[in-house]
């Protein structure tokens, strides 16, 4: 697998990089935008997306547009970083920042796209980014793309990510979302002593480990039984319990019980909503040292909802919707 990796820095006159920024909070915004192709055939793109009568440039702006009011919403405060999966390729993210996010600031992105897929994972940053890298594991997996984010407290470590889906029998797709928290797994421990974040759609549960018996799952809850065996064999170890987080155990907002997190979720399937939209922290989250979490929200933004609550999903046939996804939030704050 063939993998590019984007980093650019915005050198556009609508890039304004020296807005004020909020400088005792640090925000990040993961969204799976659901599908955002620009009109540029590439071959690589859904087929739906293929038909120049059913997507249009001005359907394609439109788009831009919607996400750039998600985004930009007064409620998010201006999120210092954002997180985007499913934009198609770098031309897409230079759009947004272009026509709408570029005057917020927003002047430093990265993606990464693996050869042949439809779709990328992306970091858009008021900030500069120092570096970014992607990490490959076997094929079929998609790319990971970590980059380090300088601020002026501590540097900040985000890995971009999107997991295989669900569709089909959990058996044959568990393995690729596994190997995916393989290759995270080995890859922060490189980065030692930094304040890492995984960011992302995992498509996965915080509880997946006890909804399938007996099958090694890529994200896994402390309180299981062989949590220590699967941490030790790749899989990503979760906690609600602050005095756990550590290099390899990773916290977990939705299983905070002293959180009292009222969400149902970030995406609604079939009528079920699942927590597949996540920001997990390593243990520097709560050292004392630098930034430290403070707290974690689903957006349930009025613009991304329908009026039975659930998110209201992009329809291309109808060109109308958002994303099948809400945003969620993590805010930082300094000492």
Request: charged share 20%.
């Amino acid at each position: 697998m063939i993998c590019l990796l984007l980093l650019l820095v915005l050198l556009l006159c609508s890039c304004s990089c020296d807005l004020p920024q909020d400088t005792a909070h640090f925000r990040v915004l993961s969204y799976n935008v659901q599908n955002l192709f620009d009109t540029h055939l590439d071959g690589t793109e859904y087929a739906e997306y293929q038909d120049s009568k059913a997507w249009s440039q001005s359907s394609y702006r439109m788009r831009l547009k919607t996400l750039s009011q998600v985004v930009l919403h007064a409620r998010l405060n201006l999120p210092d970083v954002l997180v985007l999966q499913e934009v198609e390729n770098q031309q897409v993210v230079e759009d947004l920042l272009q026509y709408h996010l570029g005057r917020h600031g927003y002047c430093w992105f990265a993606s990464a796209k693996a050869e042949g897929d439809a779709i990328s994972v992306a970091i858009i940053s008021r900030h500069p980014i120092k570096d970014a890298k992607v990490h490959i594991g076997e094929k079929g997996m998609r790319p990971v793309l970590e980059a380090t984010v300088e601020t002026r407290r501590d540097d900040v470590v985000l890995f971009a990510l999107h997991a295989k889906s669900q569709i089909g029998e959990f058996a044959q797709t568990e393995p690729l979302r596994l190997e995916l928290a393989k290759t995270i797994t080995a890859s922060v421990r490189h980065r030692e002593g930094s304040l890492i974040l995984l960011c992302g759609d995992f498509n996965s549960n915080p509880s997946a480990v006890w909804e399938h018996v007996d099958i090694q799952t890529a994200l896994v809850d402390m309180n299981h039984p062989k949590a220590m065996r699967y941490l030790h064999e790749g899989s990503i170890v979760l906690t609600g319990k602050r005095e756990e987080v550590g290099p390899l155990i990773w916290y977990s907002p939705y299983l905070d019980q002293g959180l009292d997190l009222d969400t149902k979720g970030s995406c609604n399937w079939d009528g079920s909503w699942h927590k597949y939209d996540q920001i997990l922290g390593n243990g520097h989250l709560f050292d004392r040292r630098g930034w430290e979490f403070s707290s974690f929200a689903v957006c349930d933004l009025p613009l991304c909802l329908e009026v039975n609550g659930r998110p209201k999903a992009w329809n291309l046939q109808t060109l109308n919707g958002v994303s099948d996804h809400l945003p969620v939030l993590l805010t930082l704050s300094g000492p």
